[in-house]
């Protein structure tokens, strides 16, 4: 499993593709702080503007990142060899997404000026954040289990890419008032509770407030082995057909 | 028996088409196995199948006794396979990939060096070891493809088309380096180029249709040939007509042709009946009348004309 992870850590940072990526993602995650989260106006020492917009953010740079974790191997060939390695699937898909998850906790960890800028304007509660920060990181490895699987059903990566964005997106808009308000109208409220408890958003909101609810950590957690568990069957259902 | 390599009644359904159709045979230690057939007649998947790359439908595929769908690892383990086209990593070195590869094949520390070492040298790729796979030519992509395939020294080795794309001198190469690890491993190579079967293999199978339709000895194939055994003749223009007549009137002559003629003499093809030798009767009589103006010459059959007739009778 090591190996893979290796070879596919090293592959993103084989090509200048990865330092764009990050930098896309920095820019990104600066703007909407900035600008849509207005971090100034906010008035407070958090970073509250900053992790608020995390889910969106993750929702086209993930599935961007994982795109080409296997939907590439199957348009090069290159599955056949990695398949025919004395290594079991688990391992090969635990590898590929134990790489695109420590890339997207590079990017993460990259954006720490704004923890130290926080820090040097006021006085954060930094608990909060480091939660935060552990949040954002958990909520990212699901997005990157989706983005995974999906990206093994297909040779392209650009289907892939819009499949595990759509995915992303209901994830996390499922949770949202506008969607919960629309369907309130004709839904009985148990069905609405479980499809609000399915949404990235609501989960990764009360972690950012500083509340360390484990079910919340759980909730990822079982997200990422859900999606991992599917990728491996995925795989192996290629190869009956 | 080293029986090394065991496909049982491997058939696969890709949605309604069938794509191999009741594939069997077994490949012992020292043999080199040609794989034939036409575009599409399912070689590439036959071979997919024995790496356990694919599933069969139904059948088996064992290598030194590990069935590779339930003992897939040790499987794997024993065998060397070049996908079709040789895929590689196009972001690597052929050094990172071979490393990649031996470590992922459970190679450790001095045995990597060494293996890559030894696999380099004989795949001759020294030069191009520290170059992007993706900025090499085809050449040096495939022999990057076999280098891979022999890292771990495997008992088994699968080919798939392991010469497309190399220049004559390449080819040579390679083809002798199959020969020269042939006595110890068991291989199968796939291709379609008739005279590489001749030149390393000790067996041929030829499908069509995902069928076996012929599975025997480079030479026995060759001797299905209608053209096995017929004789080249060159005779003088002035005793051309006479010569040809005489040769027809042989009961063991299915045909007389004329291959090329200019103003001193005539050659002509004299095939015989399936079975028949004229060599003697032909040489005789070519003494004997004075019709003689160059040498016979037996010609022992083409393949080519034998995957022609096999293939082309299923097909149509």
């Known amino acids: ?241 | 028996m080293d029986c090394l390599i065991e496909l049982k009644n491997l058939v696969k359904y890709f949605d309604a088409i069938k794509a191999v159709d009741d594939i069997s045979f077994n490949v012992q230690r020292g043999e080199v196995l040609g794989f034939l057939g036409p575009n599409g007649a399912g070689k590439s998947t036959t071979m997919k199948m024995a790496t356990g790359f694919l599933l069969p439908t139904s059948g088996t595929a064992k290598i030194m006794g590990y069935d590779v769908t339930e003992k897939p690892i040790q499987a794997r383990r024993k065998m060397g396979y070049l996908p079709e086209g040789a895929p590689a990593y196009g972001d690597m070195t052929p050094f990172e990939f071979l490393t990649f590869v031996a470590e992922a094949r459970g190679l450790k520390g001095n045995e990597i060096e060494r293996n890559i070492k030894i696999v380099t040298e004989k795949t001759h790729i020294g030069s191009v070891l520290k170059q992007q796979i993706e900025t090499l030519s085809k050449g040096f992509r495939r022999r990057v493809g076999l280098a891979q395939a022999l890292i771990h020294d495997p008992d088994v080795l699968i080919l798939d088309e392991p010469t497309d794309g190399l220049d004559p001198n390449q080819k040579y190469e390679v083809r002798k380096l199959i020969q020269e690890m042939a006595k110890d491993k068991a291989i199968i190579i796939s291709t379609h180029i008739l005279e590489e079967v001749e030149a390393v293999c000790t067996r041929a199978i030829i499908i069509s249709q995902g069928k076996i339709t012929a599975d025997e000895t480079p030479d026995s194939l060759k001797a299905r040939s209608e053209r096995h055994n017929a004789i080249y003749v060159t005779v003088k223009n002035d005793s051309a007509t006479i010569a040809r007549t005489t040769f027809m009137q042989f009961d063991t002559v299915k045909r007389v042709e004329k291959c090329s003629e200019n103003e001193s003499h005539v050659e002509y093809i004299i095939i015989p009946k399936k079975g028949f030798n004229l060599l003697d009767q032909v040489s005789t009589i070519v003494r004997e009348r004075g019709w003689a103006a160059g040498e016979l010459r037996v010609e022992h059959g083409h393949l080519d004309d034998v995957f022609r007739q096999i293939t082309s009778k299923t097909l149509s």
């Open chain 1, 1 to 241: 499993m090591f190996v893979v992870f290796k070879r596919e850590l090293k592959s993103y940072f084989a090509t200048p593709l990865a330092a764009i990526f990050i930098i896309i993602f920095l820019v990104m995650a600066g703007i909407f702080t900035f600008f849509l989260g207005d971090f100034f106006a906010w008035g407070q020492a958090d970073l509250h503007a900053f992790f608020m917009f995390h889910p969106w953010l993750y929702l086209f740079f993930i599935p961007a990142i994982a795109m080409r974790l296997w939907a590439d191997e199957r348009k090069t060939g290159t599955i056949e060899i990695l398949l025919t390695l004395p290594l079991t699937v688990t391992q090969v898909v635990m590898g590929k997404f134990l790489a695109a998850w420590v890339f997207t906790g590079c990017a993460l960890l990259l954006t720490f000026p704004m923890w130290i800028s926080v820090n040097i304007l006021g006085d954060p509660d930094n608990g909060v954040i480091l939660t935060s920060y552990i949040g954002s990181f958990l909520m990212a490895g699901a997005f990157v289990a989706i983005g995974s699987c999906i990206s093994a059903i297909s040779k392209s990566q650009v289907i892939a890419f819009v499949i595990s964005a759509t995915l992303c997106f209901i994830f996390v808009a499922i949770g949202s008032p506008l969607i919960l308000n629309f369907a309130g109208d004709w839904m009985p409220k148990f069905a609405l509770d479980t499809i609000s408890g399915f949404s990235f958003h609501n989960h990764f909101d009360s972690l950012t407030r500083g509340v360390i609810d484990l079910s919340d950590g759980i909730f990822f957690v079982s997200m990422m082995a859900l999606f991992i568990f599917i990728n491996v069957a995925l795989v192996d259902l290629k190869k009956a057909a």
